[in-house]
């Protein structure tokens, strides 16, 4: 049986199946954070100031562990990799049931930040080895958003009502492990991998990317993460000051994920059949749209089609943060730095949202958030057009 020379091994079914998974596990503790921060004020009795701290160890694990990946992420063994970070997921997490020292909570926070953050950046990068990583980044974002949900949805009912805060980490430990079996079809390998040590066995130049252009997108991720997450912690209390009903106000932000759900299948279903740079323009540009729209959030439905605006942007624009850079990253090492360049601007983000909001006055964030987005189109133009005058040279 023949096969053709450029199939590439990493389109099988299988191996995308378990990034897929891999990557829902991995963004599991970043998407239920803020409730998990919520209810560990309340369970271990912690200030404001104390759970603050927690959210900002998190990050901290979350990025030295993604920001290292880029000197560690294509020398060792994938399943090795998985088969690390996967039990280290699920104890960090449930040993926080039995913790009661908040010094001790913070340490069991950091590993799980890291952990969790291993699995994110590993599947990041095998998705970017595909031929296709426009779809399959897409539907890994759906699948986070999707996963999210349904824990924000049946978790309340089912095991926090009955077991309270202890019985919900438990639980989510008890995800990881249920779905962990699916990372047994992670390859030991990258294709990236196979082709630089090809190169350098060859006596050839195994770097071949365009640093410049990849730091140029990466700044570009983190400057519209930043403006993204601002308007996202910012929005709800838009509505309340808006005087909308509490229960009004939750089903928007509700229906306003099941946008970005949509806006990450699109971008599934589109792929880079209009390249990747014009995509992320396009969201960018509708995220720029809904802020006029909530500036009169006064109005119902102008605050729900604002909030409906900026979700459906988020979920349609992320993958093309990492499809765009994964196109520039000819050595594969640099996608992984997409996870912390998301990761820095979401940390920047809430304290801005926070000095910036003013009940009586949305034009500040919205100010703010429209000029870091602007800030991100340049740069990730600036990127495009550099990588484009170098393979001209190269020509």
């Known amino acids: 049986m023949k096969t053709t020379a450029n199939k590439n091994p990493l389109d099988r079914y299988t191996i995308i199946f378990a ?40 990050f901290l694990g979350y990025n030295v562990i993604t920001i290292s990946a880029f000197y560690w992420i294509r020398r060792f063994d994938w399943r090795l990799i998985a088969a690390v970070a996967t039990p280290i997921s699920a104890i960090a997490m449930g040993a926080g049931a039995y913790i009661q020292s908040y010094p001790i909570l913070l340490l069991s926070v950091f590993i799980a930040g890291g952990a969790f953050s291993t699995l994110y950046g590993l599947t990041a990068t095998i998705l970017g080895d ?14 986070e958003a999707l996963t999210g949900a349904v824990i924000f949805l049946t978790f ?18 008890g995800v990881v492990v249920v779905l962990s079996p699916a990372l047994l079809f992670i390859p030991a390998r990258g294709i990236k ?5 090809l190169a350098e066995s060859a006596g050839g130049k195994s770097g071949s990317t365009n640093k410049a252009a990849v730091f140029l997108i990466l700044f570009a991720t983190m400057f519209w993460f930043c403006g993204q997450t601002v308007m996202w912690s910012f929005v709800e209390r838009l509505g309340n000051a808006g005087g909308h009903p ?23 279903i589109i792929g880079e059949k209009l390249g990747t740079l014009a995509p992320f ?17 006064a109005e119902f439905i102008y ?42 601007g979401a940390m920047i983000a809430p304290a801005m949202a926070g000095a910036l909001f003013n009940k009586d006055n949305s034009l500040p964030v919205l100010g ?23 393979l001209k040279l190269a020509e």
């Open 19 to 58: 990034a897929l998974i891999g990557s829902a596990l991995g963004a599991l503790f970043y998407n239920i954070l803020p409730m998990y921060l919520g209810m560990a004020q309340e369970y271990r009795q912690l200030s404001s100031g104390q759970i603050g701290i927690v959210g900002s160890i998190f």
């Open 156 to 173: 309340p009912d089912l095991v926090i009502a009955k077991y309270g805060f202890n019985g919900f980490l438990l639980a989510l430990a």
């Open 303 to 344: 605050f729900f089609i604002g909030a409906c605006l900026v979700m459906f942007s988020v979920g349609f624009g992320i993958p093309y943060c990492f499809t765009i850079t994964a196109a520039l990253d000819h050595d594969g090492r640099y996608i992984v730095l997409v996870v912390p360049a998301i990761g820095i």
């Open 130 to 143: 595909t031929s296709n990583a426009a779809r399959w980044y897409g539907l890994k974002i759906g699948l």
């Open 246 to 268: 509490v229960d009004a106000v939750g089903n928007v932000l509700a229906v306003s994920l099941l946008c970005a759900l949509g806006g990450s299948l699109l971008a599934a």
């Open 281 to 297: 323009i396009i969201a960018s540009s509708i995220f720029l749209v809904s802020l006029p729209v909530l500036n009169n959030s």
């Open 368 to 390: 703010f958030s429209a000029f870091v987005v602007l800030v991100s189109m340049i740069f990730a133009i600036s990127s495009s057009r550099l990588a484009k005058s170098k």
């Open 193 to 197: 991998t196979q082709e630089e040590e």
